[in-house]
């Protein structure tokens, strides 16, 4: 089989490439921007595969897309492509609007046309599998956990374009037949991830013994999985999953945001060498809360256990002592990026007046 993987460049496109290169005969071409939060270094192991191949090429545009599709000939399309980061769709909603809903429509009639146009042989078997977010669910109380047939509340930028996304690759199994899977999973963390987000953000701050911004009073829950266990249920999913379903993916480890800062803080100081200041949880900062932050995602992921098999390996103990080890193992690849493109400051105070009250 050959896989089309767009935004395999990003952090759970390319766990998802070494994972089927690794692990199956599959070829795989990545279509990907190369936007700020792409790094190939993620593939460096991989890149000279006979069964790889890349393509540097905006989801937007149709006919660079069009030809991608002609020249591979894929037999399943995997959807990652997006802007990612929910600090920056605050401060920067227009590029999320652009990529995430009009580049997933762009994919969406391309890949029509070239699966109308493939023999019945190959279109039976043809997928176009849709990665998205529970954070098109919106926000939780205290109890409760998202299923599948949970309706969409979206409050961010971020996650009102990937509800709108979602809504159109449904239209385009509905509506065009296009043979779609969908997937909605919980927040991913593990190695190559751009450090902007909570953990790495955290985890490099703690090695370098600057502050650790915790936002509002660090109550948030998150649902956190593990990128490569992330890697393997999508994998399943697009093999083996029922068409036009959608199946929730979730690890079962809900962590307050506090709790997931402190323990980082503690692997760090067993991991790396002691700060002169003492214990790294006292470098923890509340700053000012996101606006319109969710209090809480939790997912249900049993319709994945039950139908495909699917068992997350890491817990979140586990997952996060491999993680941060590898912070502190590739510090010259997040230090590029912090003396380049990202120096960790603070996202997503939109227009406000940023300050670290
Ligand atoms: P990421 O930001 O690390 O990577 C996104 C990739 O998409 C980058 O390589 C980027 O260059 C590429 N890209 C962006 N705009 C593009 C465009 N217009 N054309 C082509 N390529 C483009 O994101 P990620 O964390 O790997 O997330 C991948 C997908 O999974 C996204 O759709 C995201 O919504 C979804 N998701 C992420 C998480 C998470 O916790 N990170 C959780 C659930 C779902």
Known sequence: MKLLVT???GFIGSAVIRLVLRET???VVNLDKLTYAANLDSLAAIAHDPRYAFE???ICDRPEVERVFRQHRPDAVMHLAAESHVDRSIDAPASFLQTNVVGTCTLLEVALDYWRALPSERQSGFR???VSTDEVY???GPTGRFSETTAYEPNSPYSASKAASDHFARAWHQTYGLPVVASNCSNNYGPWQFPEKLIPLVTVNALLGKPLPVYGQGENVRDWLFVEDHARALWLILTAGRVGET????????R???AVVEAICDLVDEMAPKLAGGPRRALIEFVRDRPGHDLRYAIDASK?????GWRPREDFASGLDRTVAWYLDNRAWWERLRAGIYAGDRLGLGRQKVDQT
């Open 304 to 308: 994945l256990q039950a139908e495909l």
């Open 7 to 9: 935004g395999g460049a």
């Open 25 to 27: 005969a599959a070829a």
């Open 138 to 140: 919106g926000s939780l």
């Open 247 to 254: 199946y929730n993916v979730g690890g079962d480890s809900e």
């Open 128 to 130: 176009f599998h849709h």
């Open 256 to 258: 307050r945001n506090l």
């Open 56 to 58: 540097k090429v905006d």
